[in-house]
């Protein structure tokens, strides 16, 4: 089973499966494509965004479970 973790770069959560990329972006992830995202783990990512890490990768992860 797929499973996202904090410490992955961005693009390595994106990489899991094409479902994810709406779940970022609806959480406020609108720099997907950004050259320096791209760079940053996941709670980076989320520390910018001023997002709850635990609980987007909760919804990543549910989502990945269900595939």
């Known amino acids: 089973m797929k499973q996202a973790t904090k410490d992955m770069r961005v693009n390595e959560v994106l990489e899991l499966d094409e479902g994810v990329f709406p779940i970022m972006m609806n959480a406020g992830m609108h720099c997907l494509g950004c050259p320096s ?3 940053e783990t996941l709670v980076e990512a989320c520390e910018v965004h001023g997002l709850d890490c635990d609980e987007l990768l909760n919804n990543i ?3 990945l479970k269900n595939l």
Request: proline share 0%.
């Open 37 to 39: 995202s791209q760079l």
């Open 61 to 63: 992860n549910e989502y």
